[in-house]
Nanobody, 114 residues
Framework: QVQLVESGGGLVQPGGSLRLSCEAS????????MRWYRQAPGKERELVAG????????NYGDSVKGRFSISRDNAKNAMYLQMNSLKAEDTAVYFC???????WGQGTQVTVSS
């Protein structure tokens, strides 16, 4: 059974940083490309970042390029999203996604506010 569990969300001031984690189980993580998505209230879910199986290849949504960094640790079955220079418009629920299995985590709330 594929399971994805996000953590690390919270309330942060504009300009601050957060690091999200996604712990995976129930599948061969090292052979699965992964993605982070986010969904703000009243908006569609959007791609934040993606990472290849080895971590050698990454891609980012235009709104987060240069501020966010995706990474993974296959030995720990975990994926991360380092978010820097956070803005109010980054406020959303962030989801971990395994496209190969069309499987989503439950999400973690990130709120950027002073």
């Amino acid at each position: 059974q594929v399971q994805l569990v996000e953590s690390g969300g919270g309330l942060v001031q504009p300009g601050g940083s957060l690091r999200l984690s996604c712990e995976a189980s129930g599948f061969t993580f090292s052979r699965t490309a992964m993605r982070w998505y986010r969904q703000a209230p009243g908006k569609e879910r959007e791609l934040v970042a993606g990472i290849s199986t080895t971590g050698d290849s990454t891609n980012y949504g235009d709104s987060v390029k240069g501020r966010f960094s995706i990474s993974r640790d296959n030995a720990k079955n975990a994926m991360y999203l380092q978010m820097n220079s956070l803005k109010a418009e980054d406020t959303a629920v962030y989801f971990c996604y395994a496209p190969r299995y069309n499987s989503w985590g439950q999400g973690t709330q990130v709120t950027v506010s002073s």
